[in-house]
């Protein structure tokens, strides 16, 4: 289970989760965990359940999931829970840590707790980041909780931008894995973007998860 998380909101965590689950080799399913601002069910063309549905949405056989076609990957949208019934969903993901098919879960950006809860299910994290200050800045500190919970980041996707160097990196002591290019069009839609996601998640599937010392050194040889 790979969670995709930030530190700042607008970084493009839910187009980054879309991105890799088209470009992973197997049909994989991509959870919503941030109901404060979910959108990877709009962003996928799926509906998101209502509040009566809501009850069996995080069951055994997860039937509020749906189908995404055009990103070819199933799509579990976040649901509408109160502050009461939060830690009813989070316990949810022990299911989906119990399920043979790979799952790409949709973090909350920042480090309180319902962001950095999901982190301790997955086995591994990736995090998405702008290079604007504010957003590296939450990125550090994201890769930091992520650590602490005990769950390796493997890597540092860049968004908005063709380039991203060794400071990066250095700061969340992470490999860029890839960097997502600014588009005028939806970038999903872009085949320069969909390189980029397809580089991200070879690595990701190729190395489970990347050691940054190793990657670092060969690189620099």
């Given at each position: ?8 909101g ?34 996928a ?80 994290t ?27 980041v493997?890597?540092?996707?860049a968004?908005?931008?063709?380039t991203a ?11 860029v ?5 600014e ?12 390189e980029?996601?397809a ?5 990701l ?17």
């Amino acid at each position: 289970m790979l969670a995709v998380a930030g530190g700042k909101g607008g970084s493009g965590k839910t187009t980054t989760t879309l991105g890799l689950a088209r470009a992973h080799p197997d049909t994989v399913l991509a959870a919503d965990l941030d109901w404060e601002m979910p959108n990877l069910h709009a962003m996928a063309g799926v509906n998101r359940p209502s509040r009566t549905e809501n009850s069996h949405l995080w069951g055994p056989e997860w039937p509020g999931r749906s189908r995404a076609e055009g990103f070819d990957c199933d799509v579990l949208p976040a649901p509408p829970v109160s502050w009461g019934e939060r830690a009813d969903v989070l316990s949810g993901l022990s299911r989906l840590q119990a399920t043979a098919t790979p799952v790409l879960l949709d973090c909350p950006c920042g480090i309180a707790p319902d962001a950095v809860k999901p982190l301790s299910f997955a086995d591994r994290t990736v995090i998405v980041t702008t290079l604007c200050r504010a957003s590296v800045r939450g990125a550090v500190k994201t890769a930091a909780a992520s650590r602490a919970v005990g769950t390796p980041v493997s890597g540092v996707i860049a968004t908005r931008t063709a380039t991203a160097g060794s400071r990066l990196e250095s700061l969340l002591d992470a490999p860029v894995l890839a960097t997502i290019p600014e588009t005028d069009d939806s970038p999903l839609s872009s085949p320069a973007v969909r390189e980029s996601y397809a580089r991200a998640i070879d690595s990701l599937v190729a190395e489970n998860p990347p050691d940054y010392q190793t990657w670092k050194t060969r690189n620099n040889s």
